[in-house]
């Protein structure tokens, strides 16, 4: 007879309890609340995909996925070239390097709320810096707490400023691990400086840059602290992206049934849109 | 066509690289450059390619100073230890690069790809990438790219080095025949003296950021001009030790000495280097007019055809190697016999000052 050894169990069972913890439970509650209404002293109504109908027949959501979208691509189309060139253009060797890199670090040191809380202070047009000098001496008529444009062109910004050093470092730490002889055929073969980008700096960059590019859509796809404290979704709901739509209805009007179907939906377009993007990344490297 | 180079020396902040060196190089051979990691083969091939301006001297090719020329301009080509390839182009147009350039017709560049892969094995591969090859395809695949431009002079910096051991072997028989015939002047560095005599053709000795003996590869083997050199072409190590002559005899220790021979018996009285070759020291005696040391044996390796023995004498480790099986304790005291007629005898500034009367 074969003897079964159960003991194996106790070795994968600290992997499954943080898991559980850590994942599974608290996305079973959110599973658990989309389905239901939620009432003060424990009550609870059965409302089976009602809330998933009703949030993917509702304009407002379409609203705020469109925003998230626009956002999201739109940081990724800046941040993504801008970080690719700044890291070219850093120094390789020298006593440069420690200076550009700490210089680049600076930006992800600061946490999000204090971000959102200087570029509010810095680009108010009656007391910023940023928003008198616009207003006052050039004369451009610049409020983001008015002017949607404005609102939409400061959040950019401040995101850029905020999360393009993250795409430096990551390529530039493709570019420095590509080895000299590469350089030094492309030297032989006489190729220009366009054709070593093209053909040597860029392709063996590809796995950094993958990596980039899905942290940076799954924390700009995901962002909340920054926008909410620079405008708090508005002027109106001009900047309301899908995480403040989303606390608005959780915490504001307490609907914890669609907040929840809300997240569910969210969280799957976030893992779709990554699955997708790294598996056409990677589909050549088995 | 020679490629040429007039007392060049490299040097980088504080570092010298390259002492003071010239060097002329002709097509139709093999140019070796043999020395030790970081001895500068690398630094002298990057001069001879254009990749690296000397701090002083002049690069002369074709009777032209081509001192500043870049690589491009100079119709060089050169493959390197790692495998350098474009990582996402196939093979095809890794190999077809160099030619589109060039400017090369469209037509006239599917022929040479086609002709260059076929020599080196890749036909069946060329619309892989080079991600998808094996290390030696991958060398294969960058030797395309050096054999099908055309090109006036080709480096190779130890191509080999990081193929396994088949691979080396199988490679290293084909590359003679790869470039016989194409009127280039092919430069080949190595660190393993084994690959120089195996090549044949010229051989530099490289050695601290000098060039120490140029000549035919034979012949720098035999006739070494000091003791760097002779160090620096033998494997396993060549036996460096101090002796005394006093007459005619030639005095090791107390108890090791020999009658001077060849042109060693007309030196002045003195101290002076020995160098010998492991081969000439063998653990049975088997001829005439052999030299018995006794010895404590500390290392063996025995790789079947071969048996090599590491032992101490009065503070010195010497090296045996005889063919064959050999069976050594390691701790024992053995006797080994020296000819002394393969003794090299440099003087005080390690310069060859006469030998035991054969060739080393």
Redesign the interface.
Known sequence: MKTINQKGWFFVAPVVILVAFNALIPLMTVVNYSVQETFGNNLFLWQGLDWFQNLLRSDRFYGALGRQALFTSTILLIEIPLGVAIALAMPRKGIWVPVCLVLMSLPLLIPWNVVGAMWNIFTLPDIGLAGYFLNSVLGINYDMTQDPFAAWTTIIIMDVWHWTSLVVLLSYAGIISI?D??Y??A?????SGWAVFW??QL??M?RVLTIAVLLRFMDSFNIYTEPFVLTGGGPGNATTLLSIDLVKTALGQFDLGPAAAMSLIYFAVTLLVSWIFYSYMTK??E | MVLELRQISKKVGQDTHLYPTSLRLEPGKFNILLGATNSGKTSLIKILSGLEKPTTGEVWMDGENVTGVTPQKRNIALVHQFFVNYPHLNVFENIASPLRVAGVAKSEISDRVKEAADILQLGPMLYRQPGELSGGQQQRCALARAIVKESKAIFLDEPLANLDYKLREELRDQLPELFAGRGAIVVYATSEPSEALLLGGNTALVHAGKITQFGETTAVYRNPVDAISAEVFSDPPINVTNVTKTGNWIRLNDAVKWKATGSSADLADGPYTIGIRPHFIKPEKDKKGLVEILGKVEITELSGSESVAHFQVSGNTWVSLDSGVHPYQIGEEHLFYMDPTACFYFDADGKLAATGGTDG
């Open positions: 080895p002889p590469y030094q055929a030297k032989i073969d006489g190729a053909f040597i392709p063996k590809k050549d490297e």
